[in-house]
């Protein structure tokens, strides 16, 4: 009896981001290796684990913590404003209500970002509010070479497009930012602008992940110079379907591994982002996989860890370090 298998998620850099060569660890005897260089790290949202997400307080203490990039969520205000916020709903972060495009940029640099910001036992930012900042405005809190990850969200994504590319055009901003977004769209929306630098559709890099961890081969490697970013982990169900019926499992996957590296290595300068590496075991995987970067939910602890590795750090065979 035939049947088939998809993948469906669980709930779950431009040429300077991730810039030089690939990170390709090196082979020594018996096909172990050794890392000589580790991966960069972004801070994801600004830095959500350090500090409310989103907002000029984590992009400083990130900066200040060594991030190495920054990946910010974008969203258009009422008036059109490209500003800085990542749910539907203003509630789920912060002392307001609606969605971001019910309000202009000035009414939510008012809105206390931080209201739902918990750091132990305590909300620290509920005395001490911060805002929610335009995206101009976070271009300037960073250093003038810091990488940018643009994570466009919210629907159309046309006039959103247009916004961005306004303040990235005013803001002479093209060179250090590149845009990612988990809607297809905005892969198309920005195509008709030949400075962007687009990672591709997240449905492309699941795909290619998907068929090689299922034993079809790397058909259809990405081309040079192409960025990807997928979680190192992920929360998966795998349906299984029949004539009568469907099976369903759920598991949790590893979705990078020396299999899908080298198939995304096929091509020259290939840039690998790995989501949600945020302790000291999956750090040292991704750079003896050889990833580029990192997307940490807190730099001040992933900084730490890359403080802590010792150069060259020495690898398995399964892209682990030795003893894991």
Known sequence: ?????????GSAIAGLVLAGCSLTPLKTGNAATQVS??????AHRGGTGDAPENTLEAIRLSVEHHADAMWLTVQLSKDGVPVLYRPGDLSALTDSTGPVSAHTAAELARV???WTFRRAQTYPYRDHPVGIPTLRDALRAMPAGMPVILDMKALPAGPQTQAVARVLDEENAWRRVSIYSTEAA?????AAYPQARLFESRDATRGR??????????VDAPAEHAMSAFELHRALTVVEQFMLGEGRSDVQATLWTPATVACFRQKPDVRIVAIAVNNADDYRRAACLGIDAVLADSPTKMAAVRGGIALPLQCGRAGTTDGQ
């Open 1 to 9: 009896m035939l049947s088939s298998v998809r993948l469906t998620a």
């Open 37 to 42: 260089a580790l991966p960069a790290i972004i």
């Open 112 to 114: 206390n970002a931080g």
């Open 186 to 190: 905005y892969q198309q929306s920005f």
């Open 209 to 218: 992940l998907a068929r090689v961890l299922f034993n079809q081969g790397c």
